[in-house]
């Protein structure tokens, strides 16, 4: 079997790597190397993982870099030494073959660029859990989703598929993938956080690869534990980085229709978190708009690999329009051999 790096991101969490970090190392695999990263956590995480994770392989960044940063970084200087990398969230729970059923597939399906095992959640191992479930979509607005949200896992998802995107929790990733058709670039360290595995996602399928869900793996999501649901920061990474996300994979008038109609739809969410969290998170919506148009106006802006354009309609991976949408509604493309 091929080596691969299992990859974990900190910043702080140090509860979360106690309790997971075990069940990590029991992974039934015969070549995986763990990657702990301390993304300049106070106090320092390396320490104590050598004193009780000897075994784990440990970074330190004295600046905070994000989730799209921090990987960036680790993937431009080690992403050269492994076929695949996995990235896991420091409060993920595995399973025993979790690792083995993602390389599996990968190994069967040479078109895959990235796939996602089944995320439960940790809470409630019977349900799915929210940011991941049975792989990621988007709607016709570019607004992303997940298949399985709010639902229990009684096998309605157990058919590996095409996604859209795959859950920055957990995936499995083809280096060569990112090395060769996106120029080494993983995610856009601007982006921070949030987001910026849909952009990949995006990116990948643009240069003519496959996004997948593999349900024999499985792992167990905490939730929340790099930023609260609730805390407006989340809202404004969430909003900004969509609307740029949007900017930089659409083209000619499609790119200016689904970007405009996404910031008069931003209005009604802006009014509906009002009403659920408050004041904070419409000022999170609106400092997001306001930063994505800055983005436009800069005159320099970050060099990005060129990449096929695939119009909106032709992406793997999306929903039918809202009121379709339900349990089992979502069709899913088997995977390509």
């Not at 995610?187 to 990116?203: T, V």
Request: proline share 8%.
């Amino acid at each position: 079997m091929p080596p691969v790096y299992v990859v974990i991101l900190a910043h702080g969490g140090r509860e979360w790597l106690k309790a997971f970090l075990p069940s990590i190392l029991a992974t039934e695999y015969p070549s995986f190397t763990v990657w702990v990263i301390d993304n300049a956590s106070e106090p320092p995480l390396v320490p104590w993982l050598k004193e009780n994770f000897p075994t784990v392989k440990t970074l330190r960044y004295e600046e905070n870099l994000g989730y799209a940063g921090g990987y960036q970084h680790f993937f431009s200087a080690h992403g050269h030494e492994v076929p695949y990398m996995a990235l896991l969230n420091s409060d993920v729970e595995v399973t025993a073959l979790w690792l083995s059923a993602l390389v599996k597939c990968m190994e069967t399906h040479p078109g895959l660029a990235a796939v996602q095992p089944k995320v439960l959640s940790w809470h409630d191992k019977t349900a799915f859990e929210y940011a991941g479930a049975a792989g990621g979509f988007l709607d016709p607005w570019g607004y992303p989703t997940c298949r399985g949200r709010g639902e229990k896992d009684y096998g309605q998802y157990d058919k590996p598929c095409q996604i859209f995107w795959a859950s920055g929790a957990a995936f499995l990733l083809r280096t060569k993938a990112v090395l060769e058709s996106q120029k080494g670039l993983l995610f856009k360290p601007y982006y921070f956080m949030h987001m910026e595995e849909i952009d990949l996602c995006w990116r990948l399928q643009r240069a003519g690869w496959m996004v997948g869900y593999e349900p024999t793996s499985v792992v167990y999501h905490v939730g929340g534990a790099s930023l609260h649901p609730k805390k407006p920061q989340k809202t404004y990474y969430n909003f900004r980085n969509s609307l740029l996300m949007l900017w930089e994979n659409l083209r000619g008038i499609e790119q200016y229709r689904k970007v405009f109609w996404r910031l008069l739809l931003d209005a009604p969410a802006a009014i509906y978190l009002w009403m659920r969290a408050g004041w904070p998170h419409v000022r999170a919506i609106a400092r997001a708009h306001w930063d994505f148009f800055r983005y436009l106006r800069q005159k320099s802006r970050p060099a990005l690999p060129e990449l096929p354009y695939l119009p909106y309609k032709k992406l793997k991976g999306l929903t039918p329009r809202p009121w379709k949408f339900g349990t089992g509604s979502i069709p899913c493309l088997p995977l390509e051999a």
